[in-house]
């Protein structure tokens, strides 16, 4: 699992969908794995606008990664060639191989193996 992908995941509980505190979701015995790729700095330019900072602040210390800008890239910042690589490190190329997501409101835990996170519910939190 991408890091990218846990800054567009929220709760999949019922109960969750109006809590703030389903977002983001909370990394736990997260083994990272670096899978080194091409540098796309123009889709880290566009992707940039669409991430939720504060939630990225939250997965960035949670998993120790080296720290990324108070504030989000924009105007001259988008075109920082070394923060458009530390995003593209961080974004593209840490992989999420087993571990953990677990929502901030209700508790439930979604499992990561193999890198792929599943978010099917049980039938009794299901909608």
């Known amino acids: 699992m991408k890091v990218a992908t846990a800054n567009f995941m ?3 509980v019922k109960g969750c969908k109006a809590s703030p505190a389903s977002f983001p979701l909370h990394f736990h015995d997260a083994e990272l794995e670096l899978q080194e790729l ?3 700095a123009e889709f880290i ?5 669409r991430l939720d900072w504060d939630g990225l602040q939250v997965t960035v210390n949670e998993l120790g990664f080296p720290r990324i800008p108070d504030t989000k890239p924009e105007g001259d910042a988008l075109n920082d060639e070394q923060i458009l690589r530390d995003l593209h490190r961080l974004l593209l190329e840490t992989q999420v191989m087993e571990g953990k997501l677990k929502c901030g409101n209700c508790g439930h835990e979604y499992m990561i193996k193999e890198g792929i996170a599943n978010f099917l519910l ?5 909608p």
């Open 38 to 40: 091409d540098f796309q």
């Open 45 to 49: 330019q566009h992707i940039i606008p």
């Open 122 to 126: 049980p039938s009794h939190l299901g």
């Open 10 to 12: 929220t709760c999949a």
